[in-house]
């Protein structure tokens, strides 16, 4: 059983539209839609959007469908300035931007008592992901990097860690929340995203058919991906 999470319902559209459903229940508001997607049994739903909801519905998602994955997909912000609208990001590995116990001598984005840090994203499904070719746009692996903020201004000079201390080339707001959890409960993990934006204030003109392409893109990323780790 794999789980596909995503942040907001245009997120995932493309995949509840797609999934030959079983079961769908509704908790705590967010959708949790369990059947079969491309002969794959999953369970598609909605995180909500930030690190704590994130958080929340993975746990319950575990606790409830015991998945063997968990690939989360949605958009992004683009750090890294070669990132162009519409490419696909897999991250190899994800880290909480806004977490900082610098004072009391933990590194940047460190979960304190905990060697986490830079969660990393299975080896397997990263190297079957980068092989994804999309519609349109380029593929790129790099970090992903989660906070609760949406970035306005990559250029800000405080916002200079996340390139810098954490070496970010895009940013969200669940990925690495999703990934924490995943990680403590030693599930593995995939985080792929579509750039939305370049982190800037700017948006796509016509913003809701932009969604839908992003979900579709994401949809083929992780039938690619769910293919290829399926002949095991
Ligand atoms: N998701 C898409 N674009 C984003 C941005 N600029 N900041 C945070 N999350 C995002």
């Known amino acids: 059983m794999v789980c596909v999470l995503g942040a907001m319902d245009q997120e ?40 704590t909801l994130s958080a929340m519905v993975t746990q319950r ?15 992004a912000g683009a750090l890294n300035r070669a990132y162009k609208v519409g490419d696909t990001i897999v991250a190899d590995s994800c880290v909480q931007h806004d977490m900082d116990a610098t004072a009391v001598g933990f590194a940047r984005g460190e979960v304190p008592y905990t060697k986490l840090r830079f969660i990393e994203c299975d080896r397997r499904m990263v190297e079957a992901a980068v092989t994804y070719v999309p ?50 409960n030693r599930i593995e993990f995939l985080l792929i995203r579509t750039i939305s934006d370049l982190a800037d204030g700017s948006a796509p003109p016509d913003f809701p058919a932009f969604l839908r392409c992003a979900s579709q893109n994401s949809l083929q990323c992780v039938r690619h991906v769910l293919d290829d780790v399926a002949v095991e």
């Open 12 to 51: 995932i559209a493309a995949f509840a539209a797609a999934v030959d459903v079983r079961k769908k229940e509704i908790w705590n508001g967010f959708p949790f839609i369990h059947g079969a997607l491309f002969g794959h049994e999953v369970v598609v739903a909605q995180s909500g959007v930030g690190k």
């Open 61 to 75: 998602i575990i606790d409830t469908y015991a998945p063997t994955r968990i690939l989360v997909t949605g958009i």
């Open 135 to 184: 519609a349109s746009g380029s593929v790129h692996r790099g970090r992903i990097v989660t906070g609760d903020v949406f970035v306005r201004n990559r250029s800000e000079p405080s916002l200079a860690y996340l390139t810098e201390q954490l070496s970010g080339d895009a940013v969200e707001m669940e990925g690495a929340s999703i990934g924490l959890v995943a990680a403590m």
